[in-house]
């Protein structure tokens, strides 16, 4: 199984709304991470984990909260989002995160709409 | 950070061979060479990597500089499915699990 999968697909939520998209991956990969991008530009590093601890968050705004349960698992809660935080959220694995050589696998992403 | 160079768009005739450039003039001896491509509505995809030789898999050959400062992405024969955004990216030792995205080249592919 080389799959990154995403949960939901679509979402559309109001700037007080809670939500939370979910990531999953059954790779034995120990390195996930979070992308954002934004309609026709490339996608931005938010934020890694490896071995299921934070190493890398890329100054990201504390409305955007990471957490990973276990090595399989990648979740982002959203809370009070702008509307500028519409975008394609993406998802990846890696083996390792230190590597220079190892490929990420992402998955298909899930498109956020703030209203 | 060392950054790559790419043009905006190329275009391509189906089944004909296409050479994606790349230019990282201040590339370092350790950063390895990246090629991803994302397809419409869809996540990036690996593609192929290189350090100094040239390498060859089943989606592309990449062609290294022998002085590192530029590559080439070569797709033997462009299909309608080739048409994507592919992006020439550096791997830095140290930050090696940071993809950093340039611009990308917009491939289209026509009949």
């Known amino acids: 199984d080389t799959e990154v999968t995403q949960t939901p697909k679509h979402l559309v939520m109001g700037m007080t709304n809670k939500k939370s998209l979910k990531c999953e991956q059954h790779m034995g990969h120990r390195a996930m991470y979070w992308y954002k991008q934004k309609a026709k530009k490339p996608p931005e590093l938010m934020f890694v984990?490896?071995?299921?601890?934070?190493?890398i968050n890329e100054s990201v705004p504390s409305r955007f909260s990471p957490e990973c349960p276990n090595s399989s698992l990648l979740n982002l809660h959203l809370h009070a989002l702008q509307p500028e935080d519409s975008a394609l959220y993406l998802c990846?694995?890696?083996?390792?995160?230190?590597?220079?050589?190892?490929?990420?696998?992402f998955g298909p992403g899930t498109r956020l709409t703030v209203l | 950070d060392a950054k790559t160079t790419q043009p905006n768009s190329m275009e391509s005739n189906e089944e004909e061979p296409v050479h994606l450039p790349c230019n990282h003039s201040t590339i370092s001896g350790t950063d390895y060479i990246h090629w991803y491509r994302q397809l419409p509505s869809q996540g990036p995809e690996y593609v192929i990597h290189?350090?100094?030789s040239n390498v060859n898999n089943r989606m592309a050959s990449l062609a290294i500089a022998e002085d590192r400062k530029s590559s080439t992405l070569i797709l033997h024969r462009a299909t309608l499915r080739d048409a994507a955004v592919y992006y020439c990216i550096l791997r830095f030792t140290g930050t090696a699990s940071k993809l950093t995205f340039g611009t990308g080249t917009r491939l289209q592919v026509t009949l």
């Open positions: 290189g350090l100094t």
């Open positions: 984990y490896s071995y299921e601890k934070l190493s």
């Open positions: 990846a694995s890696s083996q390792g995160s230190q590597s220079s050589y190892n490929e990420q696998f």
